[in-house]
């Protein structure tokens, strides 16, 4: 670990939106390319990096539309460069295919999803939490990933700088999934001094360049990782490669490569997983949140306590991968399961196949464009241990 | 046809990896003296490579070895003797 | 002095000169008999050789295709990227690092089709780099498909009635977004594309040469128009030479 460069770290407090703290966390953690094209909701982003990147030795660019900026930040990453962009969801969707070349490549990024209401144009200026699952399984072919969901501009902040460690750690697209709320939400945001920030240098190669294998992985199963114009002359391909990096397109080298492209998240899980929980313990029904929605759920967990139900609150920081050992430890405590998403069921899926018949899940819907009443929340923790085993 | 006159000694030559030869031609028709033919002889990917017919008639001029998509074959132009 | 002793028989033949920045590792390549792209790869090398560029900071940039491999060929810094995206790709590439000199090397249906929009404004950013593109009228990887340099009237698999389409006129395209230095040249034109690509190599800025390269396989035999050379021939003999020329009157007709 190494500390922030000073440069980029406005220490104080501030009070600002989830979005301009967001670019603040991305220039702190040393992010130096900036690609995008401007959507509703997460325009504030680049605006701001727009804005800032010219003091602190920064590129940014707004390139002629999603599929571009996507990869033009795989370009800078190659050069040596830390890298963002960000998105909402129509944009997201055009990012597919470049997710995929980041995780077959294991080019570190971040990727930022301010979430909007669709499908399609949908509502462009209000909530939603409906790309959670394209998030872990957008692109083609399999491959993990990294997503995590800040609930606050302060977690804007530090988050995103947790976003570029994650992914110079694993060499992977780590997508870090804001809503509109989120984004828009305006609070103090304090930033600490540049030497209290850790951020996570890029795992180079010191080695010879003729022992050097650009895909050969370390112990955690991840490769160093080496940048244009330093000499190595490396290749690197979307096809299917070998540790050299050359294309070798054998049902063989597919199976250890893509093997290890799940696993070195899969495996490394425990250490990357992160919720927050509070009143689990001994709880009959636990709700699970994740952004937005942690915030609209309290007044309901609350009012369900003061009527005596034991509710119990999980919160999701990372939501992919998912903390499958905790909600399956839980699900043998526990009565009952209750997500409130703003999307018709998306993480309620994987909270139900943990679960795994063991505790009634039960999912809180909405289409999005405004947060949940807490009422209805509340009714769903009310009945959730009606009828449950 | 006719024959190159032998009377000079060529000055360039041509060096064939045959094995990686498709038998495309280019250079047999690309060659600005005509020094090269098809070889009636297959490679092992059953193709007709090149082969330096008319040596003579070589000035190394390396058109043969621009003109290549295989990277089969390209010219050079021979050292003058240390004695000279 | 007699003339035979200026020249020692014996002497050994020197390296082949290409082969230095070529992964031999990976040769022969996947190009078919009689197709033009390792033409194209040869002069590129040799006008890289002459360029007087440091060759560790020299990336190349492909996309998806037939000449999409060339990346992969070369013994550079060099990138395979996703179909059509290579151009934007080698716009981060550079921005982040200015002391590399990119070049991104694809084919017509990778860079004009699915990629013509980031063609364009590459051109229009003037982004420096080097952009090489083999035209060979077809999409030749997946099985001979139209594309927008499919000439008028011609066949291709998806067009099996001929092509009805308009012929993108590629110089014309770059030129008018902004492209400093626009070159067109054939397979068979070696000399001269080689001076070419040195040329555009040197420039600063967006510079664009196209290279017309046979597609024997998938072009010119479902055309009727004979094997690789026989294109290769037709491109010598009719081919003219204009430098200077107003690229709005360098639109391309069927051959036939």
Same mark, same amino acid.
């Given at each position: 670990m190494a500390?922030?460069?000073?440069? /980029? @770290?406005? %220490? ?17 953690a040393g992010c130096r390319f ?18 800032? #990147? ?19 930040i795989q370009g800078a990453a190659w050069a040596g460069k830390k890298t ?17 070349l980041a995780a077959m490549t294991e080019t570190p990024l971040v990727? @930022? ?23 872990? *399984? ?5 491959y993990g ?19 570029f460690n994650l992914a110079e750690q694993y060499r992977v697209p780590v ?6 709320? @989120? ?16 951020v996570t240098p890029r795992r180079m190669h010191t080695g010879s360049k003729e022992e050097y294998l650009a895909f050969a992985p370390k112990a955690d199963l991840v490769p160093d990782m080496v940048k244009a114009g330093d000499g190595y002359h490396m290749h690197v391909t979307g096809l299917t490669h070998d540790e050299k990096g050359y294309p070798n397109?054998?049902? /063989?080298t597919?199976?250890r490569l893509?093997?290890r492209l799940?696993d070195k998240i899969?495996l490394n ?41 034991? @509710? ?7 939501? *992919? ?33 943990? $679960? ?23 009714? $769903? ?5 009606? !009828?449950?085993? | ?8 000694? $060529?000055? !360039? ?62 010219? #050079? ?8 | ?20 920045l070529?992964r031999?590792d990976r ?27 440091n060759l560790d900071k020299v990336a190349v940039v ?9 990346a992969g060929?070369l013994d550079l810094d060099s990138f395979h990227t996703?179909? /059509?995206? $290579?151009?934007?790709f080698?716009?981060g590439l550079?921005?982040a690092n200015?002391e590399l000199?990119v070049?991104?090397?694809? !084919? ?34 997946? !099985? ?23 012929? #993108? ?15 067109? *040249? ?30 024997? %396989? ?39």
């Amino acid at each position: 670990m190494a500390t922030a460069d000073p440069i /980029g @770290v406005l %220490t104080g407090a501030h009070f600002i939106d989830g979005d301009h703290a967001c670019s603040e966390g991305a220039i702190a953690a040393g992010c130096r390319f900036v690609a995008g094209y401007p959507i509703t909701p997460s325009t504030e982003v680049v605006e701001r990096i727009a804005e800032r #990147f010219p003091f602190v030795g920064g590129v940014f660019i707004q390139m002629e539309d999603e599929i571009a900026s996507s990869i033009a930040i795989q370009g800078a990453a190659w050069a040596g460069k830390k890298t963002m962009t960000v998105t909402s969801g129509p944009g997201f969707s055009l990012m597919m295919e470049h997710i995929g070349l980041a995780a077959m490549t294991e080019t570190p990024l971040v990727l @930022v999803d301010v979430q909007r209401a669709g499908p399609s144009t949908g509502l462009p200026t209000m909530p939603a939490q409906g790309d959670m699952m394209q998030a872990r *399984w957008g692109s083609h072919g399999d491959y993990g990933i990294i997503a995590l969901c800040p609930n606050s501009p302060q977690e804007c902040f530090d988050l995103t700088i947790k976003a570029f460690n994650l992914a110079e750690q694993y060499r992977v697209p780590v997508l870090f999934m804001m809503d509109e709320c @989120v984004g828009h939400m305006i609070e103090r945001v304090v930033i600490p001094s540049a030497d209290k920030i850790e951020v996570t240098p890029r795992r180079m190669h010191t080695g010879s360049k003729e022992e050097y294998l650009a895909f050969a992985p370390k112990a955690d199963l991840v490769p160093d990782m080496v940048k244009a114009g330093d000499g190595y002359h490396m290749h690197v391909t979307g096809l299917t490669h070998d540790e050299k990096g050359y294309p070798n397109m054998t049902v /063989g080298t597919q199976a250890r490569l893509v093997r290890r492209l799940v696993d070195k998240i899969k495996l490394n899980a425990e250490k990357i997983v992160d919720y927050r929980e509070d009143g689990v313990e001994g709880a009959d029904i636990v709700v699970v949140t994740y952004g937005i929605t942690s915030r609209t759920a309290l007044p309901a967990i609350e009012q369900a306590r003061s009527e005596g139900l034991k @509710v119990g609150h999980l919160r999701l920081v990372v939501a *992919w991968p998912f903390p499958e050992k905790r909600i399956r430890e839980l699900s043998s405590k526990v009565k009952a399961f209750v997500v409130p998403e703003l999307n018709f069921g998306q993480m309620t899926l994987e909270v139900e196949r943990c $679960a795994a018949g063991r505790a009634n899940t039960v999912c809180v819907p909405h289409a999005g464009g405004t947060v949940h009443n807490p009422k209805d929340i509340y009714e $769903a923790i009310r009945d959730s241990v009606k !009828g449950a085993k | 046809m006719s024959e190159p006159t032998p009377t000079k000694k $060529a000055r !360039g030559s041509v060096v064939i990896m045959a094995e990686r030869c498709k038998g495309c031609g280019f250079c047999v028709e690309f060659c600005p003296t005509d020094a090269l033919d098809l070889s009636s002889q297959y490679n092992a990917k059953g193709y007709h490579p090149p082969v330096l017919a008319r040596k003579d008639n070589c000035t190394g001029c390396d058109i043969c070895g621009m003109v290549c998509p295989d990277f089969a074959i390209y010219g #050079f132009i021979k050292k003058p003797t240390k004695g000279h | 002095m007699v003339e035979e002793q200026l020249f020692d028989e014996e002497v050994a033949a020197p390296a082949n000169p290409i082969e230095s920045l070529l992964r031999m590792d990976r040769i022969p390549h996947i190009w078919c008999p009689g197709c033009g792209i390792g033409t194209t790869v040869n002069c590129f090398i040799r006008a890289l050789q002459t360029s007087g560029l440091n060759l560790d900071k020299v990336a190349v940039v492909s996309g998806i295709g037939c000449t999409g491999r060339v990346a992969g060929y070369l013994d550079l810094d060099s990138f395979h990227t996703t179909h /059509g995206r $290579a151009i934007p790709f080698a716009t981060g590439l550079k921005l982040a690092n200015p002391e590399l000199k990119v070049v991104v090397y694809s !084919g017509d249906g990778d860079l004009t089709a699915i990629g013509g929009n980031h063609f364009i404004h590459a051109a229009r950013r003037n982004v420096d780099m080097t952009v090489i593109l083999v035209n060979n009228m077809i999409y030749g990887m997946t !099985g001979g498909q139209v594309a927008p340099t499919t000439p008028l009237n011609a066949t291709a698999s998806t067009t099996p009635h001929g092509n009805f389409e308009q012929t #993108f006129n590629l110089p014309f395209l770059a030129e008018s977004c902004g492209a400093v230095y626009v070159a067109r *040249w054939t397979a068979s034109h070696v000399r001269h594309l080689t001076k070419s690509i040195k040329e555009a190599l040197g420039k600063k800025g967006f510079s664009f040469v196209e290279i017309l390269a046979p597609c024997p %396989t998938l072009f010119s035999r479902r055309n009727k128009l004979g094997d690789g050379l026989d294109q290769m021939e037709y491109y010598q003999e009719h081919a003219e030479i204009r430098h200077g020329a107003d690229t709005k009157t360098v639109g391309m007709d069927f051959q036939s």
